[in-house]
């Protein structure tokens, strides 16, 4: 625990030095101002920066990304107020869908790739991921119709060892 407490300490003291303070007005903004406004007061652009800035911390603070971790939900929320903002924005939303994605909130990362259309190979690769993740929670529910549903949308955008397998299971 203790190593990883350095770590944060670390990584937090990098990140602070890397940051520009300067503004457009003539008073810094600093990390104190920007944690007390929160995401809904904050700009598309300043939201997508934080939760860049909290995923990069996460990923050094905790060994396995779930949303319920502070730095996590941190990056996710964040994440979420620039893809609202800015709803056309493709960048803020495929970001939001890989940070679903990470950790592991599979509905929401599958219902982001959903919305985006047309996907590179990588999120691809990760939203097949989502829709296998899906397709095996129904499977084991018994809600067969949900899970060749998660198949079929998942072999849609990149077949997996994981989906033929589910989808052996429902034959």
Do not use: C
Request: glycine share 4%.
């Amino acid at each position: 625990m203790k190593k990883i407490l350095m770590l944060t300490a670390f990584a937090l003291a990098g990140l602070a030095a890397a940051q520009d303070t300067t503004t457009t007005d003539t008073a810094p903004a600093t990390t104190d101002t920007m944690e007390m406004t929160g995401p809904a007061t904050m700009s598309a652009g300043d939201n997508f920066a934080k939760a860049q800035e909290f995923a990069v911390q996460a990923d050094v603070a905790y060994p396995v990304p779930f949303y319920d971790r502070t730095l996590w939900k941190a990056a996710v929320d964040h994440a979420y107020y620039a893809a609202s903002q800015e709803a056309g924005n493709r960048d803020y939303n495929a970001y939001l869908a890989q940070l679903y994605t990470k950790t592991q909130w599979w509905i929401n990362a599958y219902n982001a790739w959903n919305r985006l259309g047309t996907l590179t190979d990588q999120e691809k690769q990760w939203a097949s991921l989502s829709a296998a993740k899906l397709a095996y929670l129904a499977l084991q529910r018994g809600d067969t119709t949900m899970a060749r549903m998660y198949v079929d949308k998942g072999m849609s955008w990149a077949p997996s060892a994981s989906l033929q397998a589910i989808m052996q299971r429902l034959q």
